[in-house]
């Protein structure tokens, strides 16, 4: 026992120097970052001193001057365009005395960022089981502590990395399921910094609800009303911004009201931006009322796919807002660069749930910079040349929409296709995950290739169980035409339901991989399988030797390289699953000739087939004088329907299993080696006894 304490001892504190030395270099990290864009503040001051073109961002000197008005004791909203709350004005009133706090605060908030990120790595909701930790610090690095878009943004003043911060403080409190705590962060500072944040209450509410675990469209109604959680937190979340804002309603009246809030829902710009809509607007400048039809109509796409990839990906809430954001960014009416680090921010974290290569994520990359570049062009030959160049840069907003929407529908393909076990034997064998994954998808296949023989339903019980349509994936499906499940999951969420585990089949893990080949995102959903549930002989699973498959005679063809693997497992005292043929959707050679799709029927091999096979090759090792490494009176293990309400198991001779019957399928066979007395004992319980 001291030992064994003292072997713990050593290993706690190797584990706990290792978490020091994580954190130690996040420092590190965290604390060059924040260093270099201090440097670039006070570059900046040096930029602006000797260059026309200002370092320092517009909306700065507007906060700055707010913070001057709140520092005299007066309302920020005498500042002409300063249109945010108040909050940040009195958050930046230092700037009176010292003018580069506030770019100095931004940084911070910058960096702490990055914090969030490596603290959102921690919680066991947002990382997978195969999560590389240092892919996930890469993409810290890369997308934001070593991105010079974002670090000059927070250095040049602009405070749009403070509801960044805000966003993803939100976001951490709701992985750690702290959601009330969430509710006040997402009111009380999120929200009321920016009112974009609004856009993520649909996939909080779902995620708080249950509604993944309903059985059917009514189930799901219900769930979606009696959303207690949901509730709650979008009572906390009112009542905190309201809080606020009748706060500073009090302090400072309408102007309060006009231009920090209802100024965001009428605001058109007709000055050129990346949006589309802007030449639009500006071509109906002196028609009030179509602008305003304008600026409605805009708001509808933005809202239906908000709502929908609400209810598509709540369950990922990183990757839900990623991507919601980034369809609300491309769609709004005003898009401009800075808009940019409001999904940008959301990319370290939500990585984890994209499947794609490092070529093609530089290729998504370069494509988008690409449609900035095509947009600047003209935009700057109309700014320092004077050339009118509107209907180029409408055009090259048009390109710069389509650039982003191809990226997101790439995004979401990354996304998409599942493989779940349903176990062996009954509906509800089916894991809590995998019940939740198939309510989520929109196709739900039956692989009946390897698996609808051995199944103890058809497939109206599991369209009942599911309360889903459920097409059948035959051998001609699976083998030659996956392809087509391969390209439905590029579109919408594709499950394909296997008995017992996923990967048992060969033909599972090469439509597994060509899947990933493609790009399509494929989860496993993983369940017993014949593999693990022989253990219910009795019989020690580290203790099994190579599998084998014992397949059908045929007249003139009699494969016996079974044998072979059989003798070597003996050899080495190990035990030897064998696993009996299924033939299915197999067609005669005159129908294969005439290219007729006519099938013969289904046929399963019994035990007692498998047994009379066995001891045929006995005796043609007898024949050639060659000693067999089991005779006629060998004791095997027969098993039938494992995993099912009317499971058998029986231990008897060879010899005698000839003429067993063990009922209807599936049937497997074990071989036994060298037999432990526990093994042995529990065997016996099984002569001819039903287990």
């Not at 060059?32 to 370092?55: P, T």
């Not at 009321?192 to 909080?204: A, F, Q, T």
């Not at 999904?343 to 994209?354: D, E, G, H, N, V």
Request: charged share 20%.
């Amino acid at each position: 026992m001291k030992i064994k304490a003292r072997k713990s001892s050593g290993k706690q504190t190797l584990e706990s120097a290792e978490r020091s030395e994580n954190i130690w270099k996040q420092k590190q990290l965290l604390l060059l970052s924040f260093l270099c864009r201090i440097i670039l503040v006070y570059y900046g001051c040096i930029h602006d001193y000797l260059f026309e073109v200002q370092f320092t961002d517009i909306d700065y000197k507007v906060y700055s001057d707010a913070a001057e008005y709140i520092y005299r004791g007066q309302s920020p909203y005498k500042r002409a365009a300063y249109r945010y709350t108040p909050l940040l004005a009195w958050l930046l009133t230092p700037v009176v005395k010292w003018p580069d706090f506030g770019k100095i605060l931004f940084c911070a908030a910058d960096v702490a960022n990055g914090f969030l990120y490596f603290e959102l790595a921690a919680c066991s909701q947002t990382m997978r089981k195969d999560e590389d930790k240092s892919r996930m610090k890469k993409s810290v690095v890369i997308f934001w502590l070593a991105n010079p878009l974002t670090a000059i943004i927070s250095a040049r003043g602009n405070a749009d990395v403070l509801v960044c911060a805000v966003v993803l403080w939100t976001l951490y409190l709701l992985m750690r399921n702290q959601w009330w705590l969430a509710a006040l962060v997402y009111g009380l500072l999120a929200v009321h910094l920016k009112l974009y944040p609004i856009i993520y209450l649909p996939s909080i509410y779902l995620s708080l609800s249950s509604v993944s675990l309903s059985s059917g469209w009514i189930d799901y109604g219900k769930r979606l009303i009696s959303n207690m959680k949901g509730y709650i937190f979008v009572l906390i979340f009112c009542c905190s911004l309201l809080t606020l804002v009748i706060i500073f309603y009090m302090l400072y009246g309408m102007p309060y009201i006009n231009e920090a809030l209802l100024y965001h829902f009428y605001r058109t710009d007709t000055r050129h931006n990346f949006s589309p809509y802007f030449y639009l607007l500006y071509l109906t400048a002196n028609n009030a009322q179509i602008s305003r039809l304008i600026s409605f109509c805009a708001f509808i796409p933005q809202v239906s796919l908000i709502i929908y990839l609400a209810f598509r990906f709540h369950d990922d809430l990183p990757f839900c807002w990623l991507i919601t954001t980034a369809v609300f960014v491309s769609f709004n009416k005003v898009c401009t660069s800075q808009y940019f680090i409001w999904y940008i921010c959301l990319l370290p974290i939500a990585q984890r749930s994209i499947e794609i290569s490092t070529v093609e994520a530089i290729y998504l990359i370069i494509l988008w910079f690409l449609g900035q570049a095509s947009w600047l062009y003209p935009a700057y030959l109309f700014e320092f040349q004077g050339l009118n160049t509107f209907y180029l840069i409408w055009l090259s907003s048009l390109f710069f929409l389509t650039i982003n929407t191809g990226i997101i529908v790439q995004l979401i393909r990354r996304h998409n296709c599942k493989r779940i076990g349903l176990g062996l034997g009954n509906v509800d064998d089916i894991t809590v995950k995998g019940m939740v994954t198939v309510q989520k998808c929109s196709r739900v296949y039956l692989e009946s290739y390897t698996s609808i023989m051995s199944f103890g339903l058809d497939k109206k019980k599991l369209e009942e169980f599911f309360n889903k349509e459920i097409e059948e994936a035959d051998r001609m499906t699976i083998e030659l035409d996956s392809d087509d499940i391969i390209d439905e999951a590029f579109d919408s969420d594709v499950c394909l339901l296997v008995v017992g585990d996923p990967l048992s089949a060969t033909t599972h893990a090469s439509l597994v991989f060509n899947a990933r080949k493609a790009g399509v995102d494929v989860e496993i959903v993983h369940n017993a399988s014949i593999i693990s549930a022989v253990g219910c002989c009795g019989l020690q699973l580290y203790r099994f030797g190579e599998i084998v498959s014992i397949v059908f005679w045929e007249e003139n063809w009699h494969p016996d390289s079974y044998y072979f693997k059989i003798a070597e497992n003996k050899k080495r005292g190990l035990h030897t699953l064998c696993l009996l043929d299924i033939k299915t959707k197999e067609q005669s050679i005159k129908n294969m000739m005439k290219g007729r799709k006519e099938f013969l029927p289904p046929r399963y091999m019994t035990c007692s087939d498998a047994a009379k096979q066995l001891l045929e090759i006995v005796d043609q090792m007898n024949d050639e004088n060659m000693e067999p490494v089991y005779t006629k009176s060998t004791e095997v293990v027969a098993l039938a329907r494992v995993g099912w309400d009317d499971q058998k198991i029986v231990f008897c001779s060879l010899e005698a299993l000839c003429d067993l019957d063990m009922g209807p399928p599936l049937h497997s066979l074990i071989i036994p080696g060298e037999l432990h007395p526990m093994e042995l004992d529990f065997l016996r319980s099984f002569y001819h006894n039903v287990f």
